[in-house]
């Protein structure tokens, strides 16, 4: 199973650690495996700080396999309600609000991350609006055809 884990992926958390940040730069390795999912704890060898494998992600510390947590998030689209996704998952209604509250906020932290400083100019801005709008009445047009 050590040999699934793609290591180059993973860079120290620690800020301090001059390896802080960088991926491929061969300081990190595993420690040891941990949890009822097998999860993955690493080790900087740089500077000797540890962290797991889902840290950064929706999934750092939950209790519920992050195959189980998928299945039930995709289920939202499907069911229309958290009531619904509740009771086709069987977990409670507090639990899939929390996990929607985790996947949000991380999307959030994406969307922040990767879209700054785009420096767009006003033909570009109006060629991703002219998207949008055609993607709303293409959803109307479909909606249509349902009533």
């Known amino acids: 199973m050590d040999e699934e884990l793609d290591l ?19 300081n990190i390795v595993l420690k ?5 999912d097998n999860r993955a704890l690493l080790k900087c060898k740089t ?3 540890c962290f797991s494998d889902t ?13 189980e947590v998928c299945r039930t998030l995709a289920l939202i ?14 977990h409670s209604i ?9 996947a949000g906020e991380h999307c959030k932290e994406v969307n922040d ?12 801005v109006d060629e991703i609006w002219s998207y949008i709008k055609k993607g709303e009445k ?9 009533w």
């Open 55 to 67: 840290h950064g992600t929706p999934f750092f510390g939950l209790n519920t396999s992050i195959d």
């Open 8 to 26: 180059s992926n993973y860079w120290c958390w620690h800020e301090d650690c001059p390896d802080h940040g960088k991926t491929c730069a061969g």
């Open 47 to 49: 500077c000797g700080h």
């Open 113 to 124: 991350y990767f879209l700054k400083n785009l420096r767009l100019d006003r033909v570009q």
């Open 94 to 102: 507090s639990t899939v609000c929390r996990w929607i509250d985790l």
């Open 77 to 90: 689209p499907e069911k229309g309600s958290i009531r619904g996704v509740a009771r086709a998952s069987g």
């Open 138 to 146: 293409r959803r109307c047009k479909r909606f249509e055809r349902i």
């Open 32 to 36: 040891e495996r941990y949890g009822k």
